[in-house]
């Protein structure tokens, strides 16, 4: 088996699988929290509006997780539905 049928979000009969649903709201929780971590004003006491290299990183490597996480949750996706969603939107 490879990691899409391992991990996969639908059954062959079209039914949402109990592991792969899991799995997505795991990942999908992860995706919002790391989202929520790039605002650093959150987690640093600032009393400038200087914004410091540690708070740079902060964000920075907030967003490359996100992204991590977002292609785990895409990875999920039948690869065909995927492909035909990312041309939808790559329309606009």
């Known amino acids: 088996m490879d990691a899409y ?5 639908m059954s ?5 699988c ?3 649903s ?3 709201t795991t990942i999908a929780v992860e995706f919002v929290e790391y989202m929520s971590s790039v605002d650093y004003s959150k987690y640093f006491d ?3 509006t200087k914004v410091d290299e540690r708070q740079i990183a902060f964000s920075t490597n907030s967003v490359q997780a ?3 996480k977002l292609n785990e949750f895409l990875a ?10 990312q ?6």
Do not use: K
Request: aromatic content about 2%; glycine content about 6%.
């Open 5 to 9: 049928t391992d991990n996969r979000l």
């Open 12 to 16: 062959d009969d079209g039914s949402l």
């Open 18 to 20: 109990a592991c792969g």
């Open 22 to 24: 899991v799995s997505a």
């Open 46 to 48: 600032s009393v400038t």
């Open 66 to 68: 996100a992204q991590r």
């Open 76 to 85: 999920l996706m039948d690869p065909e539905q995927l492909a035909a969603a």
């Open 87 to 92: 041309s939808q939107v790559a329309a606009f």
